[in-house]
């Protein structure tokens, strides 16, 4: 029978007292309690839109008691007799309207003799509708009004004050009292006009709920023939009575469940840790190059399996390390012997066919043999400084020192290479540019500017009119240092061999430039990439930590 593992028997642990009583509870909560909710949600609604009928009521009887207490002041009815008179231009109803946002008096054609807040409006008839109320009555309307503000809802109401002169005022419904109403029944309250909507509220009656996506809906004044709605969005699921309890129930045993989880978690996941952590440890151990010490587990199971599997690993590793090294060497020295013995036939074979023209010449007596002998002579100490030249540049290669790392500031180390190519940027040929954000940098700066010199040499060395950029900045890995310029740009066969020791397409190269500067970099623990610009021309991206 298999054994179930540490680990396995941690996520059974956890799973099982975390979850298992929480969803249990919160599954019945869910089945038992759904249709209740909606119940409420509906019972929540109706009760908002009575609250709404009740304030709604409040509204227009302290709107009727404010035009009431209007008309019974001495101010009005002095203008009532100067309007009686063919006086309206001189009428003012402007003050004491506290509560009302517009009044305007009336003729038996509904057209206005004076306004308070609309004087525009003086002359014009107001569409109230079939018939006015008696003299004494109050007509209650919703109504769409216009000022200088734009158009408002309102809640309107008509008092004649006889046959021939009437009373038309009221208050709108602003964002003020939309709030309010927000605030009353516990919904969205807000005012659509009608020339902005398509058919959303077409057919829907006032204080009755309708089911919408998300809630309910109702409109609470206005319509089609008033000209704007307005409307009160129910969110469902805002109040749930039904659920305190049960929610408390569940919050309590989630709580509990999740305590004992930890306190579980805790225990078994810190035996873990520490076996984790020593098989940790004992990788870093070999990764740095220890291969001598054993690694040991703490208890018996598949940790101690693992720390023998890494004993065994760490013994065949010294093994094979030791080979790869001898193997290595071996092949280092090949190729170095192999490019080196290249490079030294090269100024050898001049050297032998000078050495035999001027042997010969010696025997034959011929005449311009003084002619033939400088010219020998020359070639032969040509070809030997080019050898000793080769050896001088292979000896630095192999005696090249680590780097010495220091902090360098990047501000600093970018003003040094503008002072070290002064002439060539006053010419046009360098162009120098710094975005990074690194204040100080972790390098050998003397190391780093053989980099830049190197390649920068190359780039003027494709061909005289050649125009290079350093360019600084950052990188998520670092910071990056790019050489490009508007050469010919590399061939496959340099971008492929171009880190290759004595690899070189210049008559005169010793092919351990690019080579110098890899050995550079890698030092530094970056890296070193060359391409070819989409535009024309050859780049260098180098990457340093």
Known sequence: MKVMT???????????????PPLIVLLAVYF???????????????????????????????????????????????????????????VSVGSGL??????????????????????????????????????GEMLRLETLEYDVAGRHAAFTCIVPMDTS?????????????????????????????????????????????????????????????????LVADFVAGQSQPLFSSLLLITSVVGVSSVLIALALGFFITGRAKREIDNLRNA??????????????????????????????????LRALRKMLATSEKIAAWQTVGRKIAHEIKNP????????????????????????????????????????????DQFVSFARMAPPRMSAVNTEKFFNDLQALYRHEIEKGRLKLSHSS??????????????????????SFETAPETIVSIAIGDDPAGIRLVVEDNGPGFTEEQLK???????????????????????????????ITLYNRPEGGAGVRIIIP
């Open 32 to 90: 038992l309690s759904e249709r209740q909710l909606e119940f409420s949600d509906r019972q929540l609604a109706f009760d908002s839109l009575e609250k709404y009928r009740r304030f709604e009521h409040s509204f227009r009887l302290g709107l009727r008691d404010q035009v009431l207490e209007i008309i019974s002041t001495h101010r009005f009815q002095e203008a009532l007799i100067l309007i009686r008179k063919g006086r309206a231009a001189q």
């Open 283 to 316: 990788s870093a151990r070999i990764a740095d190059g220890d291969f001598n010490t054993p690694v040991m587990a703490y208890e018996e199971g598949e940790f101690s399996e693992l720390a023998d599997s890494l004993t065994d690993t760490m013994i065949k």
């Open 348 to 391: 050898l074979t001049p050297i032998a066919i000078s050495a035999a023209d001027l042997h010969r010449s010696f025997l034959e007596n011929r005449p311009e043999f003084q002619a033939i002998l400088t010219e020998t002579t020359t070639t032969i100490q040509t070809e030997v400084r080019r050898l000793t030249a080769l050896l």
């Open 497 to 527: 061999q171009s880190f290759e020791p004595y690899f070189s397409t210049k008559k005169t190269g010793s092919g351990l430039g690019l080579v110098i500067c890899q050995r550079i970099v890698f030092d530094h623990g970056g890296t």
């Open 6 to 20: 540490f680990t396995g028997k941690i996520r059974v642990y956890l799973v099982t007292v975390a979850l298992l």
């Open 98 to 135: 506290s509560g009302l946002d517009f009044l305007e008096i009336l003729d038996a054609d509904s057209r206005v003799l004076t306004s308070s807040h609309r004087p525009g409006l003086i002359g014009e008839i107001i569409r109230i509708g079939p018939g006015l109320p008696a003299p």
């Open 437 to 458: 954000t690194v204040r100080s940098l972790q390098i050998d700066p003397e190391q780093i500017k053989q980099v830049l010199v190197n390649l920068v040499k190359n």
């Open 165 to 229: 002169l009437s009373v038309y005022c009221g208050s709108y419904i602003d964002h003020d009292l939309t709030s309010l109403l927000s605030i009353l029944t516990s919904a969205t309250v807000d005012v659509q006009f009608e020339d902005d909507l398509s058919d959303t509220y077409t057919g829907m009656d006032k204080n009755q709920l309708y089911e919408v996506s998300g809630g309910y809906r109702a409109l609470l004044a206005g319509g089609s023939a008033d000209g704007f709605y």
